[in-house]
């Protein structure tokens, strides 16, 4: 709860509503996903934005400490999972894989069948280069869009390790390969027609 940011508080202020309601015995279950990522998202949200901004190899950084990172699709089978009646009020993080920036640019640099690496920056530096660039791209055109986001900064500098066991043991739901999530987002963002075709994963 030390991030104080817009889109953090909100999501602490929606906890503290949801806990309140589970204390009381409603049966209220929070779910909570982590760095969700996959093929198919329409409106090209900010992990496909990433994603797609490192695979161009135009994000050169990243900053140190981790995340936990899933497939929207195993989000999908959690969600579908909590809704049986009848078993209370419980709480599940989403099974997935806790990746640092090394991880992270290793997993699109396969999938691309190119190199892509980063130069690890330590809080300091991160903050800063991020502010500068929020700051940049209020006077760039629209379509010109890189992900920079202070939030997303400070929650990967926390390095927090979340626990998905619940999950995993009571709703049966498994995190798939991280790197099938990857290849299956690249194939998606060719076909879609973000990337050009000689970065689609070879077919194994």
Sequence with gaps: GD?????????????????ALQD???PVVTVYPGAVHGPYDPY???????LLTVARGLLPMWPTGGMLYVDVRDVAAVI???????????????????LDGPEYF???????????????????????STRAMRTLQRVLPEWVRYPAD?????????????????????????PRPWQETVD?????????GHLPTRYRPKVA
């Design 3 to 19: 991030v104080d940011q817009p889109y953090s508080r909100s999501k602490i202020e929606s906890e503290r509503r949801a806990r």
């Design 24 to 26: 009381l015995g409603y």
């Design 44 to 50: 090209l949200g900010d992990q496909a934005a990433r």
């Design 80 to 98: 579908a999972a909590v809704l049986e009646p009848g078993l209370g009020p419980r709480r599940y993080v989403v099974p997935g894989h806790h």
């Design 106 to 128: 290793a997993s699109v640099s396969r999938a691309i069948g190119h190199r892509r690496m980063a130069l690890p920056l330590p809080p300091a530096v991160a903050r800063a």
């Design 150 to 174: 202070p939030e997303g900064v400070e929650l990967v500098l926390r390095d927090c390790r979340l626990d998905d066991t619940p999950a995993r043991r009571e709703l049966g739901v498994q």
């Design 184 to 192: 299956d987002m690249v194939s998606w963002l060719v076909d879609a």
